[in-house]
């Protein structure tokens, strides 16, 4: 993957070193109080009130704003001054679509159909779903937002041969819903989580603005022995964060004949 | 499924290599990692006729896909080793 040029406001500030050291100081001030003391939609100190108490430049005090605006925790409004960000969106990873999750959380989910349709499965894909290559499965992109607000890119593979009319009234709603209507209700799955950088088309079509981190996800979803679908989504980075529950883990198993052999060589 | 429940602990043991080839298996969620002597003798395609979703290899680790049932699977690992 090639990165992307960053817009100005995500790049690091070309500043002599000791403005830089400053602007540290001032950032570090500000995602602090963000942090501990101001909750979302609360205004930021002026960058007058800033200027005096740290004695440095407004540019300085410019630059730190713009690195935590890049970092989406504060936005800045023309002509109003430097808020709060809403918080990110934390999720745990469950078996359960985008929708499901939104709408759990009392906000209105949207979906923008990017592209469907039945094609032959790429080879990667078949390996996922257990399928020869070239077998049909139906291929779904969407845009996904929440409130009106674009959270994240999906894009889906399902065989055909479960669900072959799938797609004959359009794409349906819910992926997982299909699936169940069809007696394929998801049972169980694996997400596999990775870092990156957003394209300059997955930019555009998230409305990234700042930070170009992203969250992809690739998931394989089972209905017990069935590969229903193999899906991957990109979550803006800026808006998410996930949470994972954790157990204790469960005992390593180790043969007897080397148990045994441990016994005697520590006692 | 192509192995009964019952002999599916067997059949991915025999798949690995069988006991000799076994250092150690940490049962996850979904997942048997699997610490073997020779990689070598790991038999990927037994090990998905015996019912598993996936099989990675990397290096002496065997990561091998066994989806909800990995606790079962385990428990009767642990007796047959």
Partial sequence: ?267 | MTVPDAARAAAILDGLGGVDNVDEIDPCTTRLRTLVKDPARVDAAALRHAGAYGVMVSGRVVQVVVGPHADTIASDLAELL
Avoid: C
């Fill in chain 1, 1 to 267: 993957m090639t990165i992307p040029a960053a817009p100005a406001a995500d790049a690091p500030p070309a500043t002599p070193h000791r403005a830089g050291h400053k602007y540290q100081a001032v950032r570090a001030y500000l995602a602090d109080l963000i942090e501990n003391e101001l909750a979302e939609g609360d205004a930021l100190p002026s960058e007058r009130a800033l200027t005096d108490r740290f004695g440095v430049s407004r540019m300085t005090v410019r630059q730190a704003l713009d690195s935590l605006a890049a970092d989406g925790v504060l936005v800045r409004e023309q002509g109003r001054g430097t808020f709060v960000a809403p918080a990110r969106v934390d999720f745990e990873m469950r078996l359960t679509t985008f929708g499901e999750d939104v709408r759990r959380r009392g906000m209105a989910p949207g979906t923008r159909v990017l592209d469907a349709a039945t094609v032959p499965a790429p080879t990667r894909v078949a390996e996922q779903l257990a399928l020869e290559p070239g077998e049909p499965v139906h291929e779904v992109r969407r845009l996904r937002s929440a409130d009106g607000v674009p959270m994240s890119l999906e894009h889906a593979w399902l065989p055909a041969r479960l669900l072959p009319a799938m797609l004959d009234d359009g794409v349906p709603e819910s992926l997982y819903g299909a699936l169940r209507a069809a007696g394929y209700a998801p049972t169980w799955g694996e997400d596999t989580i990775s870092a990156s950088v957003a394209t300059p088309d997955e930019a555009t079509l998230l409305q990234m603005q700042g930070s170009l981190a992203l969250l992809r996800t690739r998931r394989r979803t089972y209905a017990e022995d069935t590969a229903v679908m193999y899906s991957q989504a990109s979550y803006r980075g800026d808006r998410y964060s996930v949470v994972v529950p954790l157990r204790e883990a469960k005992p390593t198993i180790v043969p007897r004949a080397a148990r045994d052999a441990d016994g005697r060589t520590d006692r």
